[in-house]
């Protein structure tokens, strides 16, 4: 059996507990939101935890902007990349992204496969990731390079990965959905389970969820293929105007957010409808971790 740290980035690796990838096949079904949502609920689900969040959406960084940290500059230490820390000095929730190394954050990034490959490899090998009891890990749409490069990259901590599978409940994001499960299938990732998003519609006047398009068909997919169904997830516009909100979050010359001992976005998002919601899916995915993870 290969040993944790026989690469460089088994050996950055190597003090990380739990990796999981989330990804949907198909673009536009929220799945840097979830991403995002997943990484922030993980760190307030013990006053201990740290969170790492890794995005390789390359083309389409958008972790940034969610976390509210445009603008944040990457600095280099003697031991790697510094990556972001979307809490200030708390230093719980670490980001890394591709949009930090843009000059402005409209330029385009266009990228052959192995210049993709090469850049996770950096992320993975090359960022000061510290201990963390989790990293996600924001996957672009479809099953290709980045996918195929994160599986090839981390198979020295291949029994810690494990993945979250995205969709929305119609019927061709759930075709591609089952494209992303048979990936996992092929390659041998644990899949934790399915969130069905954009399940209903959050009424901003009185909280009330209204089915406005069609709901159930993730649950359904979940049913069928033997998945954990981890939940439903409406759309909630005081989420979608919070995550959008790039420019309320300063930074600092350090690359913190200012109000460094109060992580200003969590009080935000615990306020939105969702919050408990989605504290309800990492519960799930925290227990099924912590079964994958004890001894038999």
């Given at each position: 059996?290969?040993?944790?740290?026989?690469?460089?980035?088994?050996r950055r690796l190597q003090h990380v507990k739990h990796i999981i990838i989330v990804c949907s096949g198909k673009g536009g079904v929220g799945k840097s939101s979830v991403s995002t949502q997943l990484a922030i609920s993980l760190r307030n689900s013990s006053p201990t935890a740290r969170v790492g969040i890794?995005?390789?959406?390359?083309?389409?960084?958008?972790?940034p902007r969610m976390l509210q940290l445009d603008g944040h500059p990457v600095h280099q230490s003697s031991d790697g990349w510094v990556p972001v820390y979307a809490d200030g000095s708390e230093a719980r929730l670490a980001c890394m992204s591709v949009g930090f190394l843009l000059k402005k954050k409209e330029d385009s990034v266009v990228w052959r496969g192995p210049k993709k490959n090469a850049m996770i490899r950096q992320f993975l090998s090359d960022v000061r990731w510290g201990e963390l009891d989790y990293l996600v890990i924001d996957t672009p749409p479809g099953t290709s390079d980045e996918h195929l490069s994160l599986i090839e990259h981390m198979a020295p901590v291949a029994g810690r990965l494990s993945a979250v599978i995205v969709t929305t409940p119609q019927a061709v994001?759930?075709?591609?959905?089952?494209?992303?499960?048979?990936?996992?299938?092929?390659?041998s990732l644990p899949v934790l389970g399915l969130i069905e998003n954009m399940s209903g519609y959050v009424c901003p006047c009185c909280?009330?969820?209204s089915n406005v398009?069609?709901?159930?068909?993730?649950?359904?997919?979940a049913r069928r293929e033997g998945l954990q169904f981890l939940g439903s997830l409406p759309v909630d516009t005081d989420l979608v105007t919070l995550l959008d909100a790039a420019d309320s979050g300063a930074a600092d010359s350090s690359g913190a957010n200012s109000g460094s001992e109060t992580f200003?976005?969590?009080?935000?998002?615990?306020?939105?409808?969702?919050?408990?919601l989605?504290?309800?899916?990492?519960?799930e995915i925290v227990r099924t971790l912590d079964q994958k993870s004890s001894p038999a």
């Open positions: 059996m290969a040993s944790t740290v026989d690469t460089p980035a088994g890794l995005d390789v959406d390359l083309t389409g960084p958008s972790i994001a759930l075709l591609d959905a089952m494209k992303c499960l048979s990936f996992t299938r092929a390659v909280g009330e969820i398009f069609s709901t159930g068909g993730g649950q359904e997919m200003d976005l969590l009080r935000r998002y615990q306020r939105t409808s969702t919050a408990p989605f504290a309800k899916i990492v519960e």
